[in-house]
DNA sequence: CTCCAGGACACTT
DNA sequence: AAGTGTCATGGA
């Protein structure tokens, strides 16, 4: 057990596919995250924000020490505001204003794999279901884990590997895809593809491969299209200039930065045109850094939606 | 009841 | 090239 300052992390923020990472609300507003990463089992306890503690059941993940696997998973090593170059500030300082408590808002470095199917699980749904569908994935194809703490067993699952999704029963797989035949079938399809070696996740990481062959590389597969991709590469593969637009940014390209674009549907042009001029506004290094940090803001600030 | 949710794709004008 | 329908379900 050791201290990590997570008053720095906008816990809320950044978990998205609440397998790798979990959050859980307990009785007395007392918050807990936990999950398993490489079978081995992360807690998180904030009850009280000045002293938030991290703990594992182990104390060495892939060699590192947990402060060093944390820091990194949480990318304490980023700074959002740095996305915001003093031109932006400028030209919209009530905006500027608005995105203030969102800045400590961290993208998790997740797993390249889980990331590519979580997202493929959220297609024009809720967040309840997407959350849904891969609890039901992990539970029906993961790894069982089961650890012993001071308040008793708990069981978590890991997320399933591509060999497992790929050799999954696409009928048996409809129920962890609300019940979406196609969306059951492309996902098989994609985990045969990175089992076989066909798909390599982990080559589309490297800095020397430009943003665009990489995206085309993923939309390749069916049911990945340039949103997906971008999400992949943004939250899964460290690429933090890769700017997903999706219903929620596409609105606030309109109502924050009055993108004409933005009136109309969400194209492939439209998508293309309207992440150029995002760009423009961000430090390209973090531009997908500052989109996250904006996607909050508008959620929570404009639409009023209870995101976690 | 209608509308929209962290979309992608086929199909029609 | 640009718009519309389909897939699916739940919550507001």
Redesign the pocket.
């Known amino acids: 057990m050791f201290g990590i300052n997570l008053e720095k992390i906008d816990i809320e923020g950044s978990i ?1 596919s609440g397998q790798s990472f979990r959050w859980e609300r307990t009785e007395n507003e007392h918050k807990t995250c936990h999950g398993v990463v490489d079978g081995k089992l992360l807690i998180i306890e904030y009850g009280n924000v000045n002293s938030p503690v991290l703990k594992s059941t182990s104390r060495l993940i892939d060699g590192k020490s947990l402060e060093e696997f944390a820091r990194r998973y949480f990318s304490l090593d980023i700074d959002g505001s740095n996305a915001f170059p003093e031109s932006f500030k400028r030209t919209y300082p009530e905006v500027w204003q608005l995105l203030q408590p969102y800045l400590q808002v961290k993208i998790l470095r997740q797993a390249p794999f889980e990331t590519l199917v979580t ?1 493929m699980c ?9 959350r849904r569908q891969v609890k039901h994935l992990t539970e029906k194809l993961g790894t069982r884990h089961r650890f012993v703490l001071e308040s008793g067993p708990i069981v978590y699952h890991a997320f399933p590997t591509p060999e497992a999704l790929a050799s999954a029963d696409p009928d048996a797989l ?1 129920l962890c895809t ?6 059951a079938r ?1 996902i098989v399809d994609a985990a045969a593809a990175v089992a076989s070696g066909r798909l390599d996740l982990e080559a589309l990481r490297d800095p020397e491969m430009p943003l665009e062959t990489a995206r085309e590389r993923l ?1 390749r ?9 971008d ?1 992949v590469m ?2 899964g593969l460290q690429r933090f200039s890769a700017f ?1 637009i ?3 940014v596409h ?1 606030y390209l309109g109502a924050w930065f009055s993108f004409g674009e933005a009136l ?2 969400l ?1 492939g ?1 439209t998508y293309l045109s309207l992440q150029r001029r995002a760009a423009e506004l961000f430090d390209p290094e973090l531009a997908g850094f500052a989109g ?1 940090i904006l ?1 909050h803001a508008w ?1 929570k600030e404009v ?1 009023r ?2 995101s976690f």
Not at 123 to 128: A, E, H, L, R
């Open positions: 998205f997202f959220a297609q024009g749904i809720g967040m309840n279901i997407i409809k609300n019940n979406n035949c196609i969306r492309n939309c597969e069916r049911g990945i299209g340039l949103k997906i991709a999400c943004l939250f997903p999706d219903t929620h609105q109309k549907s194209t042009k996250h996607f959620r639409k939606l209870q």
